[in-house]
């Protein structure tokens, strides 16, 4: 199995990144997907998820309304849509396939590298 995320880079605050996670070597569709993030120094925080289908998302209250996650099953490919990016959304972000448990809880079976985000002030 395979989670390959891309679209990370360095950008000025305000601005926006799309991020994008291919998976491969496993069926796609059966699985809950999310977006974590490490900040240097910090512990990895779940950002955001969304479920199989699409019907259902999770966003972490610092990203609400900023950040926006989807998926296209066809292409077994989930993507975060960053915008009004801050200082602080500066971070490696790592995407993640796995069971989703309540709201907010999704248990990886799988993680990608992960894609670093770099937000200038």
């Known amino acids: 199995v395979q989670l390959q995320a891309s679209g990370g880079g360095l950008v000025q605050a305000g601005g926006s990144l799309r991020l994008s996670c291919v998976g491969s070597?496993?069926?796609?569709?059966?699985?809950?997907m999310g977006w974590f993030r490490q900040a240097p120094g910090k512990e990895r925080e779940l950002v955001s998820t969304i479920s199989w289908s699409g019907d259902s998302t999770y966003y972490a209250d610092s990203v609400k309304g900023r950040f926006t996650i989807s998926r296209d099953n066809a292409k077994n490919t989930v993507y975060l849509q960053m915008i009004s990016l801050k200082p602080e959304d500066t971070a490696v972000y790592y995407c993640a396939a796995g069971g989703i448990y309540g709201v907010g809880r999704l248990v990886p079976d799988f993680w990608g590298p992960g894609t670093l985000v770099t937000v200038s002030s």
């Open positions: 070597g496993l069926t796609f569709g059966n699985y809950g």
